[in-house]
Antibody, heavy 117, light 106 residues
Framework: QVQLQESGPGLVKPSETLSLTCTVS????????WIWIRQPPGKGLEWIGW???????NYNPSLKSRVTISVDTSKNLFSLKLRSLTAADTAVYYC???????????WGQGTLVTVSS | DIQMTQSPSSLSASVGDRVTITCRAS??????LNWYQQKPGKAPKLLIY???NLQSGVPSRFSGGGSGTDFTLTISSLQPEDFATYYC????????FGGGTKVEIK
């Protein structure tokens, strides 16, 4: 059974960089797309970006200048870095597996990140 | 960017009702349309992929249809566990989600 687990700080200061990791079990990270999605409190879902083929990336144009997604195949995990945080980046951050070009069939439980001083 | 518009944004229905949610894309996305269910405090769950394919383990009362720009999600007989928020997602060019439809108890 494929399982994903996000980890990282729950509170980050404005202007700082958020770093999250998603540990994958039950599947090899060398296959499929690996996706980050976020959801501000009480709002809808927003795709942040993905990584596939262990290195090719694609990002939401609205976040592209601040986002980096990377993969560590030795640890079977992938990571998100989001720079220059503001309160608008406060959200639950989900990682997910993407198949068929992005269909998100397995999700992590999500982690709430609050941007506040 | 491809914009996804869902309607209605919310609806009230009773157990046993037939419910239909629509999703419209700002350009043709062929059949690259997926549907998710989200309950409070939980991650979204994949229901339907490629417009009309039922994800493994999802009850057959859920069905999807459409192609091009107009799509539907239908629940044939609403059950208590179906009260949730539903999102469409296009995967034709990267990913975009619709704004969501909250299904509430009447």
């Amino acid at each position: 059974q494929v399982q994903l687990q996000e980890s990282g700080p729950g509170l980050v200061k404005p202007s700082e960089t958020l770093s999250l990791t998603c540990t994958v079990s039950g599947d090899s990270i060398s296959s499929y797309y690996w996706i980050w999605i976020r959801q501000p409190p009480g709002k809808g879902l927003e795709w942040i970006g993905w990584i596939y083929n262990s290195g090719s990336t694609n990002y939401n144009p609205s976040l592209k200048s601040r986002v980096t997604i990377s993969v560590d195949t030795s640890k079977n995990l992938f990571s998100l870095k989001l720079r220059s945080l503001t309160a608008a980046d406060t959200a639950v951050y989900y990682c997910a597996r993407g198949v068929l070009g992005g269909v998100s069939d397995y999700w992590g439980q999500g982690t709430l990140v609050t941007v506040s001083s | 960017d491809i914009q996804m518009t869902q309607s209605p944004s919310s609806l009230s229905a009773s157990v046993g009702d037939r419910v239909t949610i629509t999703c419209r894309a700002s350009q043709s996305i062929s059949s690259y349309l997926n549907w998710y269910q989200q309950k409070p405090g939980k991650a979204p769950k994949l229901l339907i992929y490629a417009a009309s394919n039922l994800q493994s383990g999802v009850p057959s009362r859920f069905s999807g249809g459409g192609s091009g720009t107009d799509f539907t999600l239908t629940i044939s007989s609403l059950q208590p566990e179906d009260f949730a928020t539903y999102y469409c997602q296009q995967s034709y060019i990267t990913l975009t989600f619709g704004g969501g439809t909250k299904v509430e108890i009447k």
